[in-house]
Every structure is written in C-alpha cells, then in structure tokens.
C-alpha cells in the first residue's frame, strides 16, 4: 500500500452534491430598529427584510417587531402588523407577557386578539423581560395557548435552570408547541434527552453553533423538530445558512428543516 503524505500524493477528496431547498422559511427574524444590530444592520421596513433575505434563498419570514423586545410588547405588536400590511410572505408573529400587572392582557382574551388578527404564532422573552415561567406566573398562558398557537421561546442562555424550566412546561401543557430559540453551542447533552422526553419541544437553528450539530441532532432525535432560523437583525444569516446548506444530511431532511417543518407547524394554529 502506498501512502499518499510519504509519496507526496494528495489523498483523495470526496465531494457531496448539495441539493439547495427551493425556498427557505425564516423562524426567528425580527422587523424594526435595534439598539444592537448586526453586520447587515437593522430592517427598517418590510421590503428592505424581504429583499436581504432573497440573497440567501429566504422566500418567507415569521417575523416579530424588535419594540416587542425592546420596549413593550403591546406597542411591538400593533407596529409589526402596521408593517407588515400587503407582505404576504412575512408573517407575523406576536409576544407575549404575565398579565397580572394590567399591561397586557389577559391569556383568554390575548387568544381572542390573535385569533381576530390571524396570528398564528407567540413568542416569549422571560430572560430579556425579567419574568419567570413558573405556573403562578405563566401557567394561565400556557394552558390558553396549547392546542391553539405554537410557543418560541427565546432564551439567553442553556443553562440547567432553563433546561429544568423547559422540561416542566413541555410535561406539564404536553398539548404546547414550544420552540426554543436562541441557543447556543453546548447543548447536546440537555437537548437530546429533552427532546426525547418532551416531543412537543423543537429546536430553532439561528443560534446553535455546534460543529455538525444539525446532522448530530437530525440522528439523535430526527429532523422533524428542528426548524431553520437566522436571528436577523442581530447576527448575519451566513452562518446559520452554511449550517443547513452544508450539513451532511440527505435532501429531505434539509428541505423539512428548511421550511415545511415551520409550515408544518403553523398549520397546526386553531385557525
């Protein structure tokens, strides 16, 4: 046998061909000025998100306004659905909050708004908006939004304390959609087995930087749950997409991360 580094022969390359998926679908984007925004900067209106992300094959959007986070939901919330007004292909989604201080509404009747607005996805920013998902905090919520409208849950970080939170509320509402969004590298070894536990938990791929961690977690728990994301406008959308486009995983399973797992999910909305 001859070997190639001794012989001074290249070894031999293996090359994949990459099927790219006709139309990706955004799950976590945000419309608006940001106090912090990324390398491409901030959206200021509807037509100049659409345009950036149809440089990367980006077709849809679930978008929420970054005053949502950033100032209050309520104000957020009207302004996104100002703006996006006659964008078909952004979609809106809304935040929520605890409603016992009397700035936001009650579950039921926040149930009611979305179902009159046709909004068919809730996000929530405990970590950013300094509330806790405990029942006595948030459990009214989660049980009005179970069965009606997915949860995105975003977060600061994976730590055990937010692992143990997201394991109780996915058993507890088992009826919940909840997608976690804005995770990091290093999750594995909680993410695994709380996806294995919690079939109602999805994973939102913007932020998840582990090396080949979207072909680890398309074995480890299938790729039915993982939906792509790319966290604009805080960070840029090449990294998240060279993650997808590039992940060693076969045509399908790139296709349903890509979008119909989000389309998918949305379809299950009461309305």
Same mark, same amino acid.
């Given at each position: 046998?001859? %070997? /190639? ?5 290249? /070894? ?7 099927? *790219? ?7 976590? %984007? =945000? !419309?608006?000025? +940001?106090?912090? &925004? ?9 037509? #100049?998100?659409a ?43 809304? !935040?929520a ?16 708004e ?28 989660? /049980? /009005? !939004? =179970?069965?009606?409208? &997915? ?26 959609q909840?997608?976690? %969004?804005? +995770?990091?590298?290093? *999750? ?30 398309? $074995? ?12 604009? &406008? ?17 045509? #399908?399973?790139?296709?349903? *991360?890509?979008?119909? $797992?989000l389309?998918?999910? !949305? ?5």
């Amino acid at each position: 046998m001859v %070997c /190639a580094r001794q012989s001074g022969l290249a /070894a031999p390359v293996r090359f994949r061909t990459i099927t *790219i998926v006709a139309e990706l679908f955004d799950a976590n %984007c =945000a !419309l608006g000025m +940001v106090s912090r &925004p990324g390398p491409a900067g901030a959206f200021l209106t509807s037509d #100049d998100l659409a345009a950036h992300q149809a440089r990367f094959g980006i077709g849809k959007a679930l978008v929420y306004h970054s005053l949502a986070v950033e100032e209050h939901p309520v104000a957020g919330n009207e302004l996104l659905m100002q703006a996006l007004e006659g964008h078909d292909t952004l979609i809106p989604s809304w !935040l929520a909050l605890p409603h016992h201080t009397g700035e936001f509404p009650e579950p039921s009747r926040f149930v009611e708004e979305l179902r009159s607005a046709g909004v068919r996805a809730v996000r929530i920013f405990p970590d950013d908006q300094r509330f806790l998902t405990d029942d006595w905090v948030l459990g009214e919520l989660f /049980a /009005a !939004l =179970a069965g009606q409208v &997915p949860l995105f849950w975003h977060i600061d970080a994976f730590s055990n304390a937010t692992v143990r939170d997201l394991y109780r509320v996915a058993t507890s509402h088992r009826d919940l959609q909840i997608v976690v %969004c804005d +995770v990091d590298k290093m *999750i594995n070894r909680s993410m695994t087995p709380l996806m294995r536990e919690a079939p109602n938990i999805w994973l939102e791929t913007g932020g998840y930087r582990t090396h080949r961690g979207i072909e680890y977690l398309s $074995n480890a728990v299938g790729a039915d749950r993982l939906v792509f994301g790319t966290k604009l &406008p805080w960070q840029a959308v090449g990294p998240p997409h060279a993650e997808l486009m590039y992940a060693d995983i076969d045509d #399908d399973a790139r296709q349903a *991360i890509g979008a119909s $797992n989000l389309e998918r999910l !949305l379809a299950m909305a009461a309305w």
